[in-house]
């Protein structure tokens, strides 16, 4: 999936940005919740994976930086262990402010 972010563009699974279910992330990029565009192939067409390498770019009006760190702290829980205690993202300080607003929108209360 290509992300553009504000202009810088990034590439992720969909899985990986659906990692955390019940986030506002996750609902974001649920295929089921937003049919915001069309799929490839034409309307009412549907992709055989979640995965699928778009040829679309999905524009998220974000901080390009503290949604990266969100999607690296999301691989990082995709590739660890249940139960595993993950490492914290090191956030700037000039950015901190911005960054822990960006996790309380998209995961509410999980802070």
């Not at 810088?8 to 996750?26: G, H, P």
């Not at 565009?37 to 679309?56: M, T």
């Not at 999607?71 to 402010?97: F, N, W, Y």
Request: hydrophobic content about 40%; proline content about 7%; some cysteine.
């Amino acid at each position: 999936m290509q992300i553009s972010l504000l202009g810088e563009v990034v590439y992720t699974k969909r899985t990986t940005l659906m990692l955390c279910a019940e986030s506002a992330l996750a609902r974001q990029f649920d295929a089921a919740v937003w049919a915001q565009r069309a799929p490839k192939g034409g309307e009412g067409a549907e992709s055989d994976s979640e995965d699928e390498e778009d040829a679309d770019v999905v524009f998220v009006e974000q901080n390009a930086f503290c949604f990266k760190k969100i999607v690296d702290q999301l691989r990082l829980i995709a590739i660890s262990s249940p139960g595993e205690p993950l490492p914290p993202p090191t956030v700037p300080t000039h950015e901190q402010k911005r960054f822990d607003k960006m996790v309380d929108y998209y995961f509410p209360g999980e802070t």
